[in-house]
């Protein structure tokens, strides 16, 4: 192993201080209150955006009530290492697939505006906004990540 790994001495600035904490365990607590911020704000914006197209497909329904249960399970990762191993992971996989889901059905929606795709600068400007679902789904990898991720002692 490199010196550097197994130095004594304690890492103090940037990438070494966060290859510290990863290797201590104290950086899994620290994504986990991220994924939970993370599904708050993310639920926040996605409430908004879809309250503005009248909640049209209920579908728009279900990001935003994933996000306080995704909120939950990071501050009970926070918390419990038993959370932060069974109930993080489970919600944070569900939060990807429902990122991906959002993807997809964004994609639909924009192929229905006029002119579909041939027009896809204007659809995509003026239709759903391709792209913002994968914020969730970045959310949701924290999450993931967390779960993986050693807990420290």
Not at 106 to 111: P, S
Request: glycine share 12%; hydrophobic share 45%; aromatic share 6%.
């Amino acid at each position: 192993m490199t010196a550097w790994l197994t130095s004594p001495s304690p890492a103090r600035h940037g990438i070494d201080h966060l290859v510290r904490n990863i290797k201590t365990g104290h950086f899994e607590r620290s994504l986990s209150a991220l994924t939970a911020a993370g599904a708050l704000v993310t639920a926040a914006e996605i409430y908004f955006e879809h309250d503005s197209a009248s909640f049209g497909n209920t579908m728009m329904w279900l990001p935003v009530a994933l996000g306080p249960v995704g909120a939950a399970a990071g501050i009970a990762g926070v918390c419990s290492r038993r959370m932060a191993k069974t109930a993080l992971p489970i919600t944070s996989a569900v939060i990807v697939a429902n990122g991906l889901q959002g993807t997809y059905l964004h994609a639909r929606g924009i192929a229905q505006k006029p002119g579909g795709w041939s027009n896809a600068r204007y659809n995509m400007e003026m239709g759903p906004p391709l792209l913002a679902p994968l914020m969730v789904t970045m959310v949701g990898g924290m999450g993931l990540l967390a779960a993986v991720l050693r807990r420290e002692q």
